[in-house]
T-cell receptor, first 114, second 114 residues
Framework: SQTIHQWPATLVQPVGSPLSLECTVEGTSNPNLYWYRQAAGRGLQLLFYSVGIGQISSEVPQNLSASRPQDRQFILSSKKLLLSDSGFYLC?????????????FGEGSWLTVV | AQKVTQAQTEISVVEKEDVTLDCVYETRDTTYYLFWYKQPPSGELVFLIRRNSFDEQNEISGRYSWNFQKSTSSFNFTITASQVVDSAVYFCALLPSNTGKLIFGQGTTLQVKP
């Protein structure tokens, strides 16, 4: 069966510090991968999605970047965090054929920028 | 435009009451997919159901049931005999065909009191 893991689960970082959140998927190959953010207002915003190694699409301009160094690994980064980067970050995956497959989410990472 | 509206921001019921969560969507696609996810206090998004646009059959899973009506662009979710463990934020989402990107509603917070 397929599983998705992301870490760390909780992070408190000072303004201006770097960020690295990691996500891996097991039990499948060539998945589509996603990073979503949920701010205090509860809405879920798609940040990045990837259909393959090195292929990243950004949905909104921001202080964050994403990379996919391996087929089942997706990394969310920032060189210098802002207060507004605080939130709950969710990694997700689906089968990579764009046929309406279910998107499954990881456990989430709580980021507080202080 | 493609959009999901969950007009109910918060709902509070007493245990054993039935409760319906509303979801209205907008899309011009003829092929699309609809989802419901549950977000308990731990934060993880738990997949509940997936429906494609060609399948208007209602579905029942234990105490959960879903009513999909294309004529009104609605995909409502009913919990029968609610329990305290049902307390969570519930998200309805739309997946247009060939995009791979989920569009979420703003979520409905359900509180079930003992």
């Amino acid at each position: 069966s397929q599983t998705i893991h992301q870490w760390p689960a909780t992070l408190v970082q000072p303004v201006g510090s770097p960020l690295s959140l990691e996500c891996t998927v097991e039990g499948t190959s060539n998945p589509n991968l996603y990073w979503y953010r949920q701010a205090a207002g509860r809405g879920l915003q798609l940040l990045f999605y990837s259909v393959g190694i090195g292929q990243i699409s950004s949905e909104v301009p921001q202080n964050l970047s994403a990379s996919r160094p391996q087929d089942r690994q997706f990394i969310l980064s920032s060189k210098k965090l802002l207060l507004s980067d605080s939130g709950f970050y969710l990694c997700a995956w689906t089968k990579g054929d764009l046929s309406g497959n279910t998107i499954y989410f990881g456990e989430g990472s709580w980021l507080t920028v202080v | 435009a493609q959009k999901v509206t969950q007009a109910q921001t918060e709902i509070s019921v007493v245990e054993k009451e039935d409760v319906t969560l509303d979801c209205v969507y907008e899309t011009r696609d003829t092929t699309y997919y609809l989802f419901w996810y549950k977000q308990p206090p731990s934060g993880e998004l738990v997949f509940l159901i997936r429906r494609n646009s060609f399948d208007e059959q209602n579905e029942i899973s234990g105490r959960y049931s879903w009513n999909f009506q294309k004529s009104t662009s609605s995909f409502n979710f009913t919990i029968t005999a609610s329990q305290v463990v049902d307390s969570a934020v519930y998200f309805c989402a739309l997946l247009p065909s060939n995009t791979g990107k989920l569009i979420f509603g703003q979520g409905t917070t359900l509180q079930v009191k003992p």
